[in-house]
């Protein structure tokens, strides 16, 4: 069975004892897909799981090092008359068998899956040499520091995931629903739209749903990674995931367990291994091919030198060959890369970014254009008013008006109007209200003929407006009454408040900005010229934001599109990072999307693209510190400079700072 997880490198046996798969059975270099028994494979429903090493695991290294220990001392040290020929011998087989034999029976057993250049026959041959030779400490030492080395990977490999694993924890296993006048306790995955659930101060909320208490305010940090208050009013949606910080609230279920937004996030977090990187695909293909040449090279240099030195011995060069066959178990990179792959999705995790591949932290690094939609992405899609003028009329009466005529309709800026105008509406009717397509409404207040819409609307009537009009830039709303021109009401979007900060630091990375838009023109200009944008393009449909990536693409551009609409959802398909506003985006955005930013803030694109160029940064350090060390202690080896003893502690000292050096991602602060 193929797990989807690339760092699950350990299994376990059903005595609790870890077990390291070979090469090949780590990664497939075909798939780039890591194996697992069948017996231990986890459902895809239970992927992200930390694999805690159970203590009897220690028990084996422990009782080997103690022993060898103790037999360096006696042989170098104290030097006791008995421990000489067959009881040397014995003493250090037994301190071989607890770390050795396991190693040797996943020898076997990858020989028989067909694995046969493997790590575990690489340690057997070294080690079983070592003895054959007489050098029984230094056997005994391979194993031992070989197992510590493992049991280090695996604590390493745990931690890495804990960040995100953390995430999985956040779905309450109960919740309280209203039923029949009481409250009972069931299952999260048992509760219906529209039902009524009750969460307590202190408790998480299991389902999405609309407040249906006056008010409550909430901590957000697992879905947005930030944990300052978010205070909700009545109606205001709230989300799986949200803690309830304060009163006892109602919420109404919108959406099943299934379908709410979190238990959507963590779908992406555990498929998120499945798409590996190029540099995890490569290496993986590279120990395929590795492995088999190491093992020739180590029977070349025990053998070959017979035909050409004069005073050749057997041991010395078989000594060299094992040096050589232990140095060269490529360890540190098998299990460091994907790891600091891992630890780069659990730092973008913590910060509110879900990536769903690794492959998309590599993307990041070569993005040198970003392209965004404005409303929803760089403006908060809340439209307000802003300026109201009048002619003939208080601004009063003329927004109290305005507000009648518009409570007829559902748009946007209909309700901008309307929410300004608050309880001046109340009780009063519009009648004999039309809509004029592409125009605007018309109708009676109190005898009254209001007509409400754009400058299209007046002319359609012939009614004179002044000139200046024609020169606001914000979207406006002009009213006539009886025939008259009577002002006007503009109405805008807010920028979001980390939007320039975003832009300019996309500029202080070399990055190109871009901004899409079906707003008109000259709002999108004026938007454009606050935030410092390169380039930005107006009165786009769907399919006309699509031609202007294509044609970015063309320009040999590598880019990504920020977007949060249903709209902007074949724009994130084609780009080459589709990035998504997770907070109020669609889903069909969310879906598409190789990103998604859970909390709607442009800023947390830049850390998207620093995270990514973070993680690859520290991929290369390993790869070089790995191949840098193993090049030049092969050749010593080979040279007979190195002994078994430099051998393992390079191998193992090289995995343990490589390890340390990817799981430094996961304390990393991203500003």
Same mark, same amino acid.
Request: charged letters at 20%.
């Given at each position: 069975?193929?797990?989807?997880?690339?760092?699950?490198?350990?299994?376990?046996?059903?005595?609790?004892?870890?077990?390291?798969?070979?090469?090949?059975?780590?990664?497939?270099?075909?798939?780039? $897909?890591?194996?697992?028994?069948?017996?231990?494979?986890?459902?895809?429903k239970e992927a992200i799981v930390i694999e805690s090493a159970p203590w009897k695991e220690y028990i084996?290294?422990?009782? &080997?090092?103690?022993?060898?220990?103790?037999?360096?001392?006696?042989?170098?040290?104290?030097?006791?008359?008995?421990?000489?020929?067959?009881? @040397?011998? /014995?003493?250090?087989?037994?301190?071989?068998?607890?770390?050795?034999?396991?190693?040797m029976i996943d020898a076997v057993k990858s020989i028989a899956k067909g694995a046969f250049f493997s790590?575990?026959?690489?340690?057997?041959?070294?080690?079983?040499?070592?003895?054959?030779?007489? #050098?029984? &400490?230094?056997?005994?030492?391979?194993?031992?520091?070989?197992?510590?080395?493992?049991?280090?990977?695996?604590?390493?490999?745990?931690?890495?995931?804990? &960040?995100?694993?953390?995430?999985?924890?956040?779905?309450?296993?109960?919740?309280?629903?209203?039923?029949?006048?009481?409250? @009972?306790?069931?299952?999260?995955?048992?509760?219906?739209?529209?039902?009524?659930?009750?969460?307590?101060?202190?408790?998480?909320?299991?389902?999405?749903?609309?407040?249906?208490?006056? &008010?409550? %305010?909430?901590?957000?940090?697992?879905?947005?990674? $930030?944990?300052?208050? *978010?205070?909700?009013? @009545?109606?205001?949606?709230?989300?799986?995931?949200?803690?309830?910080?304060?009163?006892?609230?109602? /919420?109404?279920?919108?959406?099943?367990?299934?379908?709410?937004?979190?238990?959507?996030?963590?779908?992406?977090?555990?498929?998120?291994? %499945?798409?590996?990187?190029?540099?995890?695909?490569?290496?993986?293909?590279?120990? @395929?091919?590795?492995?088999?040449?190491?093992?020739?090279?180590?029977?070349?240099?025990?053998?070959?030198?017979?035909?050409?030195?004069?005073?050749?011995?057997?041991?010395?060069?078989?000594?060299?060959?094992?040096?050589?066959?232990?140095?060269?178990?490529?360890?540190?990179?098998?299990?460091?890369?994907?790891?600091?792959?891992?630890?780069?999705?659990?730092?973008?995790?913590?910060?509110?970014?879900?990536?769903?591949?690794?492959?998309?932290?590599?993307?990041?690094?070569?993005?040198?254009?970003?392209?965004? *939609?404005?409303?929803?992405?760089?403006?908060?899609?809340?439209?307000?008013?802003?300026?109201?003028?009048?002619?003939?009329?208080?601004?009063?009466?003329?927004?109290?008006?305005?507000?009648?005529?518009? %409570?007829?309709?559902?748009?946007?800026?209909?309700?901008?109007?309307?929410?300004?105008?608050?309880?001046?509406?109340?009780?009063?009717?519009?009648?004999?209200?039309?809509?004029?397509?592409?125009?605007?409404?018309?109708?009676?207040?109190?005898?009254?003929?209001?007509?409400?819409?754009?400058?299209?609307?007046?002319?359609?009537?012939?009614?004179?407006?002044?000139?200046?009009?024609?020169?606001?830039?914000?979207?406006?709303?002009?009213?006539?009454?009886?025939?008259?021109y009577a002002g006007y009401i503009t109405i805008a979007d807010e920028i979001k408040k980390d939007a320039?900060?975003?832009?300019? #630091?996309?500029?202080?990375?070399?990055?190109?900005?871009?901004?899409?838009?079906?707003?008109?023109?000259?709002?999108? *200009?004026?938007?454009?010229?606050?935030?410092?944008?390169?380039?930005?393009?107006?009165?786009?449909?769907?399919?006309?934001?699509?031609?202007?990536?294509?044609?970015?693409?063309?320009?040999?551009?590598?880019?990504?599109?920020?977007?949060?609409?249903?709209?902007?959802?074949?724009?994130?398909?084609?780009?080459?990072?589709?990035?998504?506003?997770?907070?109020?985006? %669609? *889903?069909?955005?969310?879906?598409?999307?190789?990103?998604?930013?859970?909390?709607?803030?442009?800023?947390?694109?830049?850390?998207? /693209?620093?995270?990514?160029?973070?993680?690859?940064?520290?991929?290369?350090?390993?790869?070089?510190?790995?191949?840098?060390?193993?090049?030049?202690?092969?050749?010593?080896?080979?040279?007979?400079?190195?002994?078994?003893?430099?051998?393992?502690?390079?191998?193992?000292?090289?995995?343990?700072?490589?390890?340390?050096?990817?799981?430094?991602?996961?304390?990393?602060?991203?500003?």
């Open positions: 069975m193929i797990n989807k997880d690339p760092n699950h490198v350990h299994t376990y046996d059903a005595q609790g004892r870890m077990t390291c798969c070979s090469l090949e059975e780590k990664i497939d270099a075909s798939t780039g $897909e890591p194996y697992l028994n069948n017996e231990t494979a986890h459902p895809k084996p290294a422990t009782i &080997s090092f103690v022993l060898l220990l103790t037999g360096i001392l006696f042989e170098q040290v104290f030097k006791p008359a008995f421990f000489e020929g067959y009881i @040397k011998l /014995i003493w250090y087989l037994v301190a071989y068998v607890p770390v050795g034999l396991p190693v790590e575990f026959l690489l340690m057997t041959i070294a080690t079983g040499g070592a003895f054959f030779i007489g #050098e029984y &400490s230094e056997g005994v030492a391979v194993m031992v520091f070989y197992s510590v080395g493992e049991l280090f990977q695996s604590l390493a490999v745990a931690r890495a995931k804990r &960040s995100i694993k953390a995430l999985l924890d956040v779905r309450p296993d109960t919740v309280n629903v209203l039923r029949e006048g009481e409250l @009972k306790t069931v299952s999260p995955s048992e509760v219906q739209i529209d039902e009524i659930i009750q969460v307590k101060s202190g408790e998480k909320v299991a389902l999405d749903g609309k407040l249906v208490s006056e &008010s409550a %305010s909430f901590n957000t940090a697992a879905l947005t990674g $930030e944990s300052k208050p *978010d205070t909700k009013g @009545k109606g205001d949606t709230v989300l799986a995931g949200m803690i309830n910080l304060h009163s006892v609230s109602d /919420i109404q279920v919108t959406a099943l367990f299934k379908d709410s937004k979190l238990s959507k996030i963590l779908e992406m977090v555990q498929d998120a291994t %499945s798409r590996k990187a190029p540099t995890q695909l490569f290496i993986s293909k590279f120990a @395929k091919v590795y492995t088999p040449i190491v093992v020739f090279l180590a029977i070349a240099i025990c053998l070959l030198p017979y035909l050409f030195v004069s005073d050749y011995q057997f041991k010395e060069w078989l000594y060299r060959s094992l040096v050589f066959l232990v140095i060269s178990c490529p360890c540190a990179l098998v299990i460091s890369i994907p790891l600091g792959y891992f630890g780069g999705i659990g730092l973008a995790s913590r910060n509110g970014i879900l990536f769903k591949g690794s492959n998309y932290l590599d993307v990041m690094t070569k993005i040198n254009t970003v392209v965004m *939609d404005k409303t929803g992405t760089l403006t908060k899609g809340v439209f307000k008013v802003q300026e109201i003028v009048t002619e003939g009329i208080t601004e009063k009466e003329l927004v109290r008006l305005t507000a009648i005529i518009e %409570s007829k309709s559902t748009h946007p800026i209909a309700t901008a109007v309307v929410d300004y105008a608050g309880g001046a509406i109340k009780g009063v009717e519009a009648e004999k209200v039309k809509e004029i397509s592409g125009h605007g409404l018309r109708g009676k207040i109190g005898g009254k003929d209001v007509m409400a819409g754009n400058l299209k609307l007046l002319k359609k009537f012939d009614i004179d407006y002044p000139a200046e009009i024609e020169k606001v830039v914000d979207t406006i709303v002009v009213v006539a009454i009886d025939g008259k320039k900060q975003a832009i300019t #630091e996309m500029h202080s990375l070399g990055i190109k900005t871009v901004m899409l838009s079906g707003d008109k023109q000259s709002v999108v *200009d004026k938007v454009a010229k606050k935030l410092g944008i390169d380039d930005a393009f107006g009165d786009l449909l769907p399919e006309n934001k699509v031609d202007k990536v294509q044609a970015l693409k063309y320009q040999n551009r590598i880019l990504a599109f920020v977007g949060d609409g249903v709209n902007d959802a074949p724009v994130i398909a084609l780009a080459d990072a589709g990035i998504a506003m997770g907070g109020l985006g %669609s *889903d069909a955005t969310i879906e598409t999307a190789d990103i998604v930013i859970q909390n709607d803030e442009p800023s947390k694109i830049v850390r998207a /693209i620093k995270i990514g160029r973070i993680t690859k940064k520290i991929v290369w350090q390993n790869i070089i510190l790995a191949m840098g060390v193993k090049v030049i202690v092969l050749v010593l080896g080979a040279g007979g400079i190195a002994t078994l003893w430099e051998a393992v502690f390079a191998d193992v000292g090289v995995a343990l700072l490589a390890i340390l050096n990817a799981v430094r991602i996961q304390r990393m602060r991203i500003q």
